[in-house]
Structure formats: C-alpha cells, structure tokens
C-alpha cells in the first residue's frame, strides 16, 4: 500500500497549490484595496497616496493575470 | 451485426453518461458564482457549457487514460464498458436527486472495476492502482482544498475588511467571472475526455480503429464535446443549491477564495500529474471558506452527508456494474442483453423520477418537466 503513494510527489503539491491558492486571494485582495483606496483618495485630494495605491492595484492585478495565463497554459499543455 | 448493435449501443450509453457528467458538475464550476449573485444562473451554464465545450478541443492527453493501471486492459470490452456506465449513470443521478455532489470520474471508475471483477475475477483489478489513483486523490483533494480556501479567506479578509462593503463585494464578483471560467475550462479538458477514450475503446475493440495506436476521430471529439456541453446547460439545480448556498451561507470574498483555492488545487496537481475530483476539491473549499470564518457556519450534517456519498460512490458504481455485467450474461454474448439492460434502465427511470417530479412539481406549483434555476 505504501510503494503506492507517491510521498514526495504529495508533498509537492500540497506547498504548491497552497502557495498558488494563497497568492491567488491576496493579489486579488490587493486588487480591490488598492482600485478602493486608490479612488477615495483621489477624492480626498490626496493625491500621492492615491498614486501609490494605484500601483499595488496594478502590481495585484499582474500577478492575478500571471497566475491565470500560468493556470490556462497547465489546461492547454496537460 | 449483433457486434454493431452493441457498438450503437455503448456509444449512445457513453454519451448519456456525458450529458450526466455535464449537468452533475456543472454546480463544480458555477455553484459559488450563482450564490454570491456574481453571475445570472441563466449566463453562469451558459458560459460554463461554452467553455466545456471549448476545452473538450484543447487536448485529448486524458482519453487515452480510461481506467489505465487500475484494470487490466485486456479485461475491458465493450460488454465491460457498457456495464461500467450503467453503475455511472445510475449513481449520478441518484446522487442529482438528493442534491449531492460525488465525483463522476470515481462513478466510471467504480463501474469498470464492478464489471471488470465479475467478467475476470480479482486478477483484473490492480489494488494499487486504485490506491493510488482513486483513495489517495479522494481523501487529498477535499482536505487540501479545505486548507488552502481557509488560509485565502483569512487573508482576504485581512486584506479589505476596513473597506466599505460595496466596492469589496464588486470587486470579488467580478473575480469570480475568472476562477469560474477557468474552472469550466479544466472541466471540459478533463470530463469530455472519458466519454472519448470509452467510444474510441470501444471503436478499437469493434475494429473499426487500430488497436496500435490511439486516435479519436472528429465524429467523437465533436458528439463528446456536444453532450457534455448540453448537460452542463441543462444545470443539475439540486446540486448547485447544496455547493452554493446549503453547505455555507457564503459572501462574494468567500465565494472567490473557495474557487480561485479549488482552481490553485486542481490545476497545480493537474501541473504534477496527480489528478483531482473536480468535485471533491470545490466541495471542500466551500467548507473551507466556512469554516475559517466562523466553525459553526458549515452545515456539518449535510457535509458528512456529502462525505459518506464519496466513500459509497466506489463500491456502490462497482456493485451496480458487477450485477449489470452479471444480467448482461444471462443473455449470452449477442445484443439482446444490453437491449434489455437499457429498456429495463429507461423504465425504471421514467417509473421513479417522472411520478416523483411531477408529485414535487405540482406541490410548488410549478409546470412538470422543469427544473428552474435557484
């Protein structure tokens, strides 16, 4: 029973998909934070803070894009 | 002549069992998405049987594989085939009517291995294998799953919880048209395909393709793709309601969190070549998105419920082949069984689920014949 589990190759991926589950949320989360913060800002004048937020948006949402082209390309390859 | 019959009449079994597959995973795809109102029902099937139907073309690496190094390829036949989607159609839609949602794969699976142990004996089955392939997938996925959508959660919710509700709501609904999407594409890559490597076995074993080298013609891959697509169409409500809203209660961060987690799981071990139960895995990332918010926020009956329908699907689809396998015999090796065996199935069919949907139908009120969405 034990020859048929593949040990390593379970360990791989329970770190693996954590990881690229993990960093799927946060990127997205920091998408909307920073869309959010971004916007309200703005409103408030407070432009540089605004700017900044701005970039972790853009930085949150080439990551999620990343991660997608990653996941379209494990689809197409398999 | 006889052999033809039987060729018709797996095919047309293997792609009823695809239209099964469709409408029974489709609550894999779109479940969450519907619940948290990021999609209209009407446009999440809609989109999810286009998708099906798109990745059912993309790559034909998984036809191949039907049951390899779980049953000894010399114990499949067309009989043994035939028998195996018998015991996958029945469990499907026992497991549709009681909106509970088990892996179609393990259902094939478990009917081949049925069928396989009557015709061979022991010596078909490789006890490995299914170790390796069925058990140890079945109890990873969910617990896997579970893991990674409660850590996704309690991030996301560290991430925007000083955020107005509004714009964090939005902004999660619109994340949801992508992990949906990307699940219904590994869906169709995945499911179509068994219904394509069965026909194409099947082709091989009439003799109308070489044995030596696996190739699906254009006639399956399209008809594969078709049914698949329309059954997820169709939509199996039952099973959508249970992952979407009976399992957790769940808001647009959770409904994201628990699919962009299920998608991470299924195509990183799809990434290593260890392939996961669509089914279990997004069913165990809702409980995950759950329970990570409050324990007590996940209907832990209907959960074990969920459970004990993964532990039976095996030996319940083995049990239903080996017996169909088993009545086919009695009719000797011609087409006369397998006529049988369907007309007896589609009577039975029509006998229970007709008289109870059109009782249930008329207790809501509702015209018989249908199934709306949630």
Redesign the interface.
């Known amino acids: 029973?034990i020859?048929?589990?593949?040990v390593g190759?379970?360990f791989?991926?329970?770190w693996?998909?954590?990881l690229?589950?993990?960093?799927?949320?946060?990127c997205?989360?920091?998408?909307?934070?920073g869309?959010?913060?971004a916007?309200e800002l703005r409103r408030e004048g407070r432009g540089g803070a605004a700017v900044a937020y701005g970039a972790l948006a853009v930085f949150g949402a080439v990551a999620?894009a990343a991660l997608?082209v990653f996941?379209?390309s494990?689809?197409?390859?398999? | 002549m006889s052999s033809d019959i039987i060729l018709v009449i797996v095919v047309a079994t293997a792609l009823a069992f695809d239209f099964t597959n469709g409408f029974h995973d489709t609550a894999n795809a779109i479940a969450t998405s519907v619940s948290t109102r990021a999609m209209t029902p009407r446009f999440a099937v809609a989109m999810s049987a286009v998708l099906n139907f798109a990745g059912a073309f993309i790559s034909l690496a998984v036809a191949a594989t039907i049951a390899s190094g779980i049953v000894d390829s010399d114990a499949i036949t067309t009989t043994v085939v035939f028998a195996g989607l018998i015991g996958a159609i029945a469990w499907n839609l026992a497991t549709w009517w009681f909106g509970l949602p088990s892996s179609s794969s393990h259902a094939l699976i478990g009917g081949v291995i049925g069928a396989a142990f009557v015709a061979d004996g022991a010596s078909a089955i490789d006890g490995e294998g299914v170790i390796e392939k069925v058990l140890v997938p079945g109890i990873m996925a969910p617990i896997l799953a579970f893991g990674v959508a409660g850590i996704a959660i309690v991030i996301a919710y560290a991430v925007v919880g000083r955020l107005r509700p509004g714009p964090v709501n939005r902004g999660y609904r619109h994340g949801q048209l992508v992990s949906g999407a990307m699940f219904s594409l590994a869906h169709g890559t995945n499911d179509a395909q068994k219904t394509m490597g069965i026909i194409t076995l099947a082709l091989i074993a009439h003799g109308d393709l070489p044995a030596d080298k696996f190739e699906v013609p254009t006639w399956v891959i399209v008809s594969s793709a078709s049914a698949i697509a329309m059954g997820t169409y169709v939509g199996g409500w039952r099973i959508i309601r249970t992952v979407g809203s009976r399992i957790i209660k769940m808001d647009p961060a959770q409904g994201f969190s628990a699919q962009a987690a299920g998608a991470a799981v299924v195509l990183t071990a799809s990434h290593l070549g260890f392939p996961l139960s669509t089914t279990h895995t997004i069913s165990g990332a809702v409980m995950g998105a759950g329970a990570a918010k409050r324990l007590s926020a996940v209907r832990w009956g209907l959960a074990g419920n969920i459970a004990v329908a993964w532990v039976l699907t095996l030996p319940a689809t083995a049990l239903i082949g080996g017996v169909t396998y088993a009545m086919n015999s009695l009719f000797g090796s011609g087409a006369l069984g397998p006529i049988v065996i369907v007309l007896c199935v589609v009577s039975l069919l029509a006998a229970i689920f007709g008289r109870r949907w059109s009782a249930a139908r008329s207790t809501a009120g509702l015209p018989a014949g249908t199934e709306g969405p949630a």
């Open positions: 029973m020859a048929a589990i593949d190759l379970l791989e991926l329970v693996a998909a954590a690229a589950g993990v960093a799927v949320a946060a997205f989360s920091l998408v909307i934070l869309s959010s913060r916007g999620v997608v996941g379209i494990v689809i197409v390859t398999k």
